[in-house]
């Protein structure tokens, strides 16, 4: 303790020298602060990203859900009266919809929007719906075996 005493003594009779110890303690005081900072926001990131990431999935299923309600309203309310085809299942537009909440979080909605215009919406109305077959006599006659098959494969 003596020792540093007298450095601090004869560092005291140079000129300026106290004033670059400062100078060099407060640059050590930052880097040594830096350094912790930089060390807790990487372990904040390294707990806090999983948890984050969760989250975000939770968030994503609760707002897919809601889409495919709407979506689902929205089907139900534009329906033609006498239309009898069965509608898409509402599972397709749930697994659609997370997808695409999930591709939100790495692109630009811009971007989200015209690739879902030129992969979807572009297939879609280019490919014509094919028109349910029409019944058999027998399923028309009403007999109720009209789904039997014999084992050659005719109809039963």
């Known amino acids: 303790m003596n020792e540093l005493l007298k450095v601090l003594e004869e560092a005291a009779k140079i000129?300026?020298?106290?004033?670059?110890?400062?100078?060099?303690?407060?640059l050590i005081g930052t880097l040594a602060g830096?350094?912790?900072?930089?060390?807790?926001?990487?372990?904040?990131?390294?707990?806090l990203s999983p948890r984050d990431l969760?989250?975000?999935?939770?968030?994503?299923?609760k707002h897919a859900v809601e889409l495919t309600k709407l979506d689902l309203d929205r089907k139900?309310?534009?329906r033609p009266p006498g239309d009898t085809r069965s509608l898409r299942p509402?599972?397709?537009?749930?697994?659609?919809?997370?997808?695409?909440?999930?591709?939100?979080?790495?692109?630009?909605p811009k971007d989200l929007y015209l690739k879902i215009e030129r992969d979807r919406i572009a297939d879609n109305a280019q490919t014509p719906v094919a028109p349910k077959p029409a019944p058999t006599d027998r399923a028309a006659a009403g007999t109720g075996d009209a789904d039997i098959v014999g084992p050659d494969g005719s109809p039963g």
Request: proline fraction near 2%; charged fraction near 20%; hydrophobic fraction near 50%.
């Open 90 to 108: 509402s599972i397709l537009d749930f697994l659609a919809n997370y997808r695409d909440l999930q591709e939100l979080g790495a692109t630009t």
């Open 76 to 78: 139900i309310r534009t």
């Open 15 to 26: 000129p300026g020298a106290l004033a670059a110890v400062a100078a060099v303690a407060g």
């Open 34 to 47: 830096a350094a912790g900072t930089l060390l807790g926001v990487l372990l904040s990131r390294f707990v």
């Open 54 to 61: 969760q989250d975000r999935e939770v968030e994503w299923r």
